[in-house]
């Protein structure tokens, strides 16, 4: 049985003393880090030089820093409301300082989100890994100690922990010390929100060297609010909601085109006529492969387990089994509701959704004719950031070598879509992003950094359609990218490809694809959003009612604020129209009901006209 602790430090030293003070420690990815016993190894060592330290981890989740007034005022109380007691990381903390002590280091193999931009040593120390491939470069640099975030259940008065929201890479070094290849110390933190989750992360004790339970350690879990989901990312979740096969398989990658993708499916199979009405509208001009609901439904297994996958669920979507199994994940993270509901969920019904290790879901080696039979017609949809015109990927990372994010499962998934018979891979970006008061494509003709290279090119879907370049040409590629690329580019893009001989030159991008501008999704979707079908906020919200309503004016405020010539308009529109009463409510919110400075005036004036014109407070 391992042995108990109430205190940090007191199992910090634990460490200390029976593996010395060369520490390389594996700490899970996002959820499961167990924060309270990282934070006093992390203070040990600063306070310690002859200790040396390596925290190697992936995707360190920090709590929200809010700059503007606007900001601070918005997210300042949601911010307390659901991060309220969870405990900051401190090497997160030295590295945004340039503080980490040289005994220390910090290596991680995915980001959060643009979090680590320009941030030297994160740059520096970051490894390009392969989800698959992060256990072994561990275990390769000597690993001795994981701590994780775990969860508790005592049956016949003997203890059984769950490594619950991170079986990922804990599975798989486990396997490792099992069979002889490893040598460390798992260290337990247990946390009363974290769903014990049944399967091969159940885990009997011994399997622990050291374990801290206690009150005073308990936290509330890292719960990100569901961001709104924007008339572009409904659009590209409803194309590629029309590759997915009944009876398949699906995978869906981080991102808020996951959430529009869920939705999108459960539209199709309970309003299958609005489904297709919807098609028809936003891409008249292009058939939907698959439009009809869902009989036999479809099995899941995707390195990432969110909300979305219970709301396909529950919809009847998800309902293909698999030994007894609908739903098969690697690691999970969402709001609160979300880990509320695994708590709470029936003993049957949980069994079905199970935590394996990530060399299970990311990839076909091990037990691969089972893997093959029930990978059915598999749909692997993740997210790309750019793409060129010839349909290489661009996703983690710039052409300067800044990393963005990570390759994290990205390949593992490609690889997959062509390892097994009649699957695919969708990678989904936004045809554009904005700079500054500048629109820019996200389609380009080429660029200095790929992630998947082109000749693993297969589907690509925007706003604006679907691009099936699976063994097609170069010309044909150049061609069917070019059709699902805003039209305020397209001329650009053809002529580069023209230039470089790359494209006939006199070919033209046909008629119906020269209307690809996003006035024309908006109206798309205009009746569908309506008629509720396609909510802000399909599968709940953290957010209060009124925070609902002003996150689409202070979109729109922001997106003002690239363009100052805007600016004027809102400011005298939000003075000479006083505020209506839900309006006044929603300024209330920002403590701008009563302003007292020029400052605070200004802001209530743009505040009341970005509210008017957001149609949120009629």
């Not at 200390?16 to 520490?23: A, F």
Request: with cysteine; charged share 20%.
């Amino acid at each position: 049985m391992p042995k108990l602790f109430s205190d940090p430090e007191a199992i910090a030293e634990d460490i200390i003393r029976d593996v010395g003070t060369n520490l390389v420690v594996g700490l899970p990815l996002g959820l499961g880090k167990a924060n309270h016993i990282i934070n006093a190894l992390y203070a040990r060592a600063a306070a310690d030089r002859s200790i040396n330290l390596t925290l190697f981890s992936a995707l360190t989740l920090e709590k929200p820093k809010p700059g503007s007034l606007l900001e601070k005022r918005f997210i300042g109380p949601v911010i307390d409301r659901l991060f309220g007691g969870y405990p900051d990381l401190t090497y997160a903390a030295a590295l945004h300082a340039g503080a980490l002590p040289p005994n220390i280091q910090v290596i991680e193999f995915f980001f959060l989100a643009g979090k680590w931009l320009h941030v030297p040593y994160p740059q520096q120390h970051y490894i390009s890994a392969n989800y698959t491939h992060a256990a072994s470069y561990l275990l390769a640099r000597g690993l001795n100690v994981v701590t994780q975030l775990v969860a508790k259940r005592v049956e016949g008065g003997v203890a059984r922990y769950s490594l619950s929201c991170n079986t990922d890479t804990t599975l798989d070094i486990l396997r490792a010390r099992a069979e002889g290849r490893a040598s460390f110390r798992l260290v337990g933190q247990v946390n009363s929100e974290l769903p014990f989750m049944p399967g091969a992360g159940d885990l009997a004790g011994d399997e622990f060297s050291a374990v801290l339970d206690s009150p005073e350690t308990d936290f509330p879990l890292f719960a990100p609010p569901a961001e709104p989901i924007s008339d572009t990312k409904y659009a590209i979740g409803l194309h590629a909601a029309g590759l997915v096969p009944d009876g398949g398989t699906l995978q869906i990658g981080i991102g808020q085109v996951g959430d529009a993708l869920a939705q999108g499916l459960i539209v199709r199979h309970r309003d299958n006529a609005q489904f297709q009405s919807v098609m028809k509208r936003l891409a008249p001009e292009q058939v939907v492969p698959q439009a009809g609901p869902f009989e036999k439904g479809l099995y899941g297994v995707s390195e990432m387990l969110f909300e979305a996958f219970l709301g396909l669920i529950d919809a009847g979507v998800l309902k293909r089994e698999v030994d007894g199994v609908t739903l098969h994940g690697a690691f999970f993270l969402g709001p609160k509701a979300f880990y509320r509901t695994l708590r709470e969920m029936p003993a049957e019904q949980i069994a079905r959704i199970q935590m394996m290790p990530v060399s299970f879901t990311n990839q076909l080696y091990g037990d691969e004719d089972i893997k093959r039979r029930a990978r059915v017609d598999a749909r692997f949809v993740n997210n790309a950031m750019m793409a060129t015109l010839m349909g290489a990927a661009i996703s983690d990372g710039l052409e300067n070598g800044q990393v963005v994010s990570g390759v994290g499962g990205q390949y593992n998934f490609v690889a997959q879509a062509f390892a097994l018979q009649g699957a695919r891979s969708v990678l989904a970006l936004e045809s554009t992003r904005q700079t500054g008061a500048k629109a820019q494509s996200n389609i380009l003709w080429n660029y200095g950094h790929q992630t998947i290279p082109r000749h693993l090119r297969d589907v690509f879907v925007t706003e604006y359609g679907v691009a099936d370049v699976r063994g097609k040409s170069d010309a044909e590629t150049i061609a069917a990218m070019l059709s699902i690329s805003d039209s305020r580019f397209q001329g650009e893009l053809a002529k580069v490809a023209k230039d470089a001989g790359k494209l006939p030159k006199d070919f033209e991008i046909p008629r119906a694809h020269r209307r690809n501008f996003p006035e024309a999704i908006a109206a798309a979707l205009k009746p569908a959003r309506e008629a509720g079908l396609l909510p802000s906020f399909p599968f709940g919200s953290d957010f209060t009612e009124t925070e609902q309503r002003l996150i689409p004016a202070l979109q729109l405020l922001r997106d003002a604020q690239r363009t100052p010539l805007r600016l004027p308009g809102l400011l005298w529109q939000g003075m000479t129209q006083p505020p209506n009463a839900a309006r006044l409510e929603c300024l209330a919110r920002l403590g701008l009901d009563r302003p007292t400075t020029f400052v605070e005036r200004a802001y209530r004036a743009l505040v009341n006209a970005a509210l008017a014109r957001s149609g949120a407070t009629k």
